[in-house]
């Protein structure tokens, strides 16, 4: 008989009951939401936490930067960008003379060389249809200007011409732009005196020019020291033909070397990369300045776009630094500079390049600035051993074999050639012209200065080898 303890009824499984197929749509579509959710969440996250950290860096390097005793902010360039206390403020008289030298207009301009496009061979007296009396009536129609020049330039001090910084990149410069016409003035008026034989008036327009251009010694933009080298080279250019030309007397030559080793070629140049610097750091706060990024342009006055701008402000330290090492250094920093923000730029990541979009359209153009400067300090270098070398003619009565025959009587020592830190300048003599010169931004020899004086493979000083004969002081002097 079974055991009716041990039975048990049968248990019957429930089967569950299958859910509709929206339901599981809406739960699926809900997931996905979720996970989309989270990842944009964590995108957001992501994006914020490096935009927060741009933020401490750029500050941080800011506050480096004002610990350096140098300007960042706008508010900084209006404190930096005056006269300091005890110097005289020469700025008024040098806007008197520039201001000068743009509105007087003879309408015989474009007619005359340096300032119009005629060559300079046609002011020689020689010359079969000779300008040389036109540019008397010129300069005469200008004497005013001179006479201001002359004023700004004697009485010393220091200069600061005005910049709006609010404007940021956008800052216009009337002042700077205006002085090119009255440095070619000042070019003509002494190509004139040595075409009459005035050594006086020579040296004086010499004089001019380059006080003119150590008025932009503390101008805070590179494109004010680009006008500056400009003056400074056409300076070193005519320095050619007073030496080549004219009868100077060894105390005058050695006036005239000393006047060429003031010509700073490093304290402008890194002048000029601060205030780009800050200038670029306004505009990261004012990107409505920028046309082709108004789009990505927040409020103004805030910070926009941190990332940019501390990659900016790293490539712009390294220029800065760059700016105190000799020129062969400078180069090759600014160099690695571009080829950093090239690679950035053309890179595969239109994210990668979207990062840095500000910083490729405003950064400027550095490795340019350092080819000039070198280019400019290899032409005045060339140009104070080449006095030396008539100075050795005058008291030898021959030409020196090499140059180091002018150490140290004429010359403190050899000048290396900026472009080479291999050697230095070099000196040719051939026929009736002797040439000292830099081998270029090829670093290669050219030999090709004598053959063309014009040429850009190789430049440095070249005149004649011939001392000027007495008889050109008996020339009339020139008119102002």
Known sequence: MPDLLDET?????????????????????????????????????????????????????????????????????????????????????????????????????????????????????????????????????????????????????????PVDFSQGINALLPHIQEARTLARILSLRLHVAVERGDIAAALESLRLQLALAATMDHEPLLITQLVRIAVISVALDDVRAIVGELPLTDPQLAELQALLATIDMKGPIKEGLIGERAMGFHTFHHLSQ?????????????LQRPG???????????????????????????QQVE?????????????????????????????????????????????IAGIGFRRYQL?????????????????????????????????????????????GSDLQDGKSLLADPESVDDFGFITRLTVPGKGAESRAPATD
């Open 9 to 161: 009824e049968p248990k019957l499984a429930l089967a569950p009951r299958p859910l509709s197929r929206g339901v599981l749509a809406i739960g699926c579509v809900a997931s996905l939401f979720v996970v989309i959710g989270l990842g944009a969440m964590s995108v957001w996250f992501y994006f914020r936490g490096q935009h927060q950290q741009a933020i401490r860096a750029v500050n941080a390097e800011v506050a480096r930067i004002h610990a350096a005793g140098q300007p960042i902010t706008t508010e900084d360039m209006v404190q930096s960008h005056r006269v300091p206390d005890g110097v005289f403020d020469a700025t008024s008289l040098w806007i008197d003379a520039i201001k000068s030298a743009s509105e007087t207009k003879t309408g015989t301009e474009a007619q005359l060389p340096i300032v119009g496009d005629v060559k300079l061979a046609k002011l020689r007296a020689a010359s079969p249809v000779s300008l040389l009396p036109l540019a008397e009536q010129f300069l005469t129609a200008h004497r005013a200007t001179i006479d201001k020049t002359r004023a700004a330039a004697y009485a010393g001090g220091q200069c600061r011409y």
């Open 290 to 302: 920028i046309k082709e990024v108004e789009i990505l342009a927040g409020k103004d006055g805030r």
């Open 308 to 334: 940019d701008c501390l990659f900016y402000l790293e490539l712009m330290q390294q220029m800065v630094e760059a700016a105190d090492q000799q020129p062969q250094e400078a180069r090759r920093a600014a």
């Open 339 to 383: 080829t950093t923000l090239k690679g950035r730029i053309g890179t595969q990541n239109p994210l990668d390049r979207l990062e840095i979009v500000v910083t490729a359209l405003m950064f400027p153009a550095t490795g340019k600035v350092f080819d000039a400067s070198a280019r400019t300090q290899a032409v005045r270098d060339s140009a």
């Open 395 to 439: 008291a030898h009565g021959n030409a020196p074999e090499k140059l180091a025959e002018l150490v140290p009587q004429f010359l403190a020592a050899v000048p290396p050639d900026p472009f080479s830190a291999a050697g230095p300048l070099i000196m040719v003599v051939e026929g009736d012209q002797f040439a000292i010169y830099s081998v």
